[in-house]
């Protein structure tokens, strides 16, 4: 069995208080041995957080005391190292930053499909399938039939849909995310834009490749996760790929062939973009990082945090 416990959760929900959630969350994270990051916003919680069986059991009983977060679903995977190095809670305007204030997925979003309903949507010719994640997360996995709106950060899927799309013409939209809550909240603003029909994957590409079989699986390739795993397959089993510290796309093992690699410092997509002062410092990091692995001791600067 693996050591860590891996829970990806979120919930829109309406905080006026969210501040005051901040303490209690981070006491309870950190007396549980439980690490990652937490977001907290006026409009909902989301993040990733890892520990034991026991710590995860106990952080998620804490937060279903409160009233807000009761029915508060979550998603797990496994890992056999340490996903996360230090525990955070971060008080944010959004807990998915979209820049739409008038944007509010606890007053009205899509239409949610279950994951054993997905391949159907793919399939129909009038649905627009469209990925809300960023553009490197796109790069090495994806549903066949989704368009790729090529966006470097969530902020510009607006601009996408402005360009793009028409309501009058497009009448029918599916979005897919990593957990479901990008997609979520640009179904809200879908909505608002005047489209009429506007479904959303509930629970993400992850919560579709833990429950479809491979056989039956639309999804090519492997999911992006924003920890130390990388990325994920079917089954939620770690990926094949690595990260570039430097720049922090993912990297395939020819990627790691590039005479323009070096583990911890740059890769072929940074090189040329990063100063040689940056590369200085990269380089110093990953001999900390070294050199604390031989001492058996988590270094700090390791990624993600």
Known sequence: MSKYIVVALYKFVHLPNFEQLQAPITKVCKDNGVMGTLLLAEEGINGTIAGSRAGIAAVLGFLKTYPEFVGLEHKESRADEAPFYRMKVRLKQEIVTLGQPDVDPNQKVGEYVDPKDWN???DDPDVVVLDTRNDYEVGIGAFKNAQNPRTTNFREFPEFVKKQLDPRKHKKIAM????????EKASSYMLA??????YHLKGGIL???????Q?????????FVFDQRVAVKHNLEVGSYDQCYGCRHPLSEEDKQSKLYKPGVYCHLCYEHRSEAQHQRAQQRQQQMQLAKKRNQVHLGQMPS
């Open 176 to 183: 897919y995310c990593t957990g479901g809550i990008r997609c």
């Open 215 to 223: 056989a039956q699986s639309y999804w090519d390739g492997e999911c």
């Open 193 to 198: 834009q005047g489209f009429e029909k506007v």
């Open 120 to 122: 159907a949507l793919l």
């Open 207 to 213: 919560k579709y490749l833990e429950t479809i079989p």
